[in-house]
């Protein structure tokens, strides 16, 4: 149980959208869960991205992996209040992010227990996530559970080395984030 | 209880998404719910746009109005699969809906029983919309709950009439949607 | 003549893109021009967009009215350092534009002399327009031929007003930029 | 020479816009030229992106190599002429390409000659490239200077063997063509 979920957004009332642990786990084993996944980039003065942010953290199936900044609409929240939200939870709160003005996602990220459904995979949850890449101006400091963040280049993020560290179709969804920004190697 | 609920995709076992409407009321209390919509639209040789149908229905807040298809996403359902079920549903079997080949929406849809949050409503819950233009080529006949489809040009489309005859900011996701295939007049 | 057009961007060499207007009416007769249009954009702290800035300036019809940034794109010049010297040159050099990380634009604007083949007009040429919404962060000043820099609401920009002062489609561009970023009214 | 250029939209009048080499090669080192890219694309009944197809040509390097359908805009041709006439060119009258409703582009290929500005290499000129995924029905033969047709899984087009057969960044832009539509291994 993280606390996390109890920060409302701004501007709708979410106060009683914390659910326990028990309710959410009834819930999503009977309707899809409403997720955002945002990737943190820095970009030069052109607009253009020269490095992408990846969290350390215990995924969802354990295991110790590089990760997007991710996590639930809560009830009566707005969607751009939901990526503020967990954007600083993950990257503290002067990180500066600027959620771009256009509502529409980059991608929709279908999450299922099964690996075979979709290829993205999350062990807890039938999830449909909106996926943003959100441009960070700030100074970023991992925060929470996340045990570390590290910036790379688009070339270092779809190296073997990096996918090596990337589990349940993170690896798959930096490559859809790269070549959406027009920086896929 | 409508027969539609437990009308399963093709690809992925939605065999236990059918909820009651208690359960499915208690949820809609806790969390955001997945949506689809999807505007039908005829195009002609070259792809272009020329007519819209939309559905007269009873709406959510219980007046008859023109709507676009829409409907939940089940657990353990795709997408795509949802898109082609509300369709089917709607237009009936041999409207012959090309879904798009990207997932991406061109729009998200929040919708809010209170009309100020977003200003698309839904008196019965918060839901996450994700809004598609699906170009149909077959026969499409209203089934179901719908009392009529009709066809409209883009500048019908966005009449005063028309526009009269939409509740819940249905008229302005239209408007969106022909914005996006650049026939908004 | 404007002396905008020999400022090069600062990663290609356009040094000899300048053209003499008789030299570019002579292509402009024989090949489509590229070309970009910017819509200025403020917006808040979550990224919606409040106001939307159009200038004051004649247009190529002769007429006075309220424009996009609009302009050429030069021979050897990038999409991000076209868009940059435009905004630059009709902004002032403190307007702090933040080009989009993604290199797609919202939509593509054909324009053409004959006002019946696409509803967007330039009297002097055929050219293809990628258009971008550009939030803006710093002192915009209006500087070279345009009169005047004013920024309107959504609402007030769609009003029968401000649309009465547009010419060309520039008036539908502006309703296809905000439905993008979903604040049409 | 090729009679493809003469060949007019059928909504505007094309019939001076044939140029002659001279004429073009004039031009082409004045100003950017604006092109077209598609990559023809099978999909299944839920509009999933199963194959691409790839022409086998002599490139404008004089390699032979696999490449999309790609073309020049005429003076006074609609985009999505432009489209059918290059589509229909390069696959033949029975293809049955389905132009998408939305005038955007999936990306913008900015071609030059020098092959480290943008990644992506023509060596005739610099050209602005408009690039859409088109859905083809029909019968695909490939037709004037194409060698061959072929289909690959998006697993076969990102694998090495085909990569090794594209050059000026044409690998690439299908990456960013497969990551548009979800389908990028």
């Known amino acids: 149980m993280t606390s996390s979920d109890d920060l409302g957004g701004a501007f709708t009332d979410t106060s009683t959208a914390w659910l326990s642990p028990e309710t959410l786990e009834s819930i ?4 899809p869960l409403v997720y955002v996944d945002a990737l943190p980039v820095r970009v ?11 969290l350390l953290r215990v995924a969802s199936d354990g295991s110790i992996s590089r990760q997007l900044v991710s996590g639930r609409v809560l009830f009566n929240e707005r969607i751009r209040d939901a990526l503020i939200r967990h954007l600083e939870k993950d ?25 075979f459904v979709s290829g993205f995979v999350d062990p807890r949850h039938h999830a449909v996530s909106l996926a943003y890449v959100v441009p960070v101006f ?4 991992p925060t929470q559970e996340a045990l570390d963040l590290a910036w790379f280049t688009p070339e270092e993020a779809v190296s073997d ?17 790269l070549a959406h920004v027009g920086v896929l190697p």
């Open 138 to 141: 700030g100074d970023c400091t």
């Open 91 to 115: 990257l503290g709160p002067v990180a500066l992010p600027r959620i771009p003005p256009e509502p529409t996602p980059f991608t929709i990220v279908e999450y299922f227990p099964d690996e």
């Open 28 to 31: 999503s084993a009977q309707v």
């Open 44 to 54: 030069d003065e052109r607009g253009v991205v020269t490095h992408v942010g990846l």
């Open 161 to 177: 080395r990096v996918r090596g560290e990337m589990t349940g179709g993170q690896d798959r969804l930096i490559r859809l984030a």
